[in-house]
């Protein structure tokens, strides 16, 4: 999984957690699926993924020091406040309910994948090759100038990358 597609599925988990904290509305929920999905970057945990592998890579985060802190929504493009402060401390079984929550609107059909055809990123699609997640790349030239556009592309995702 690239950065940009975590930091998507991030923002939708966020508003999750935002409802189940009081913070936000299902209205607000919905259109963070909705922006999310129309950008046609992910908006849920990939199915190789359970909950504990979700909090456990979220123990490295920046954002974790005692607990998890984050910036969640009131609206769509706007931050709870938090007294004088954008940030709330989440507990780990609110994360993991609103893991939950997203994983249970994943819908039960998986991408498929598409063949290149052309250079640009929105038609390079590719599996990683441990986890078999489907995930849009950089172009060839980007991603490997040195790679031969003959050859199966084979990259580890984010989640699967040393």
């Not at 988990?13 to 259109?31: K, N, Q, Y």
């Amino acid at each position: 999984m690239l950065h940009g597609e975590a930091v998507a599925i991030g923002m939708v988990v966020s508003a999750e957690i935002a409802f189940l904290m009081g913070l936000c509305d299902e209205t607000c929920v919905r259109e963070h699926y909705d922006f999310v999905q129309a950008t046609g970057l992910p908006a849920f945990v990939p199915s190789s993924l359970t909950i504990d592998d979700v909090l456990y890579k979220m123990s490295f985060d920046k954002h974790h020091v005692k607990k998890p802190t984050m910036g969640l929504p009131s609206t769509m493009g706007t931050f709870a406040k938090n007294d004088d402060s954008f940030a709330f401390e989440v507990d780990e079984e609110v994360i993991a309910q609103a893991l939950q929550a997203n994983m249970d609107k994943r819908p039960e059909s998986a991408p498929t994948i598409r063949k290149a055809t052309n250079d640009s990123a929105a038609d390079l699609i590719a599996a990683c090759v441990t986890c078999n997640t489907v995930a849009p790349m950089m172009s060839v030239e980007k991603l490997a100038p040195w790679a031969s556009r003959s050859q199966p592309m084979q990259y580890p995702c984010m989640c699967c990358a040393p």
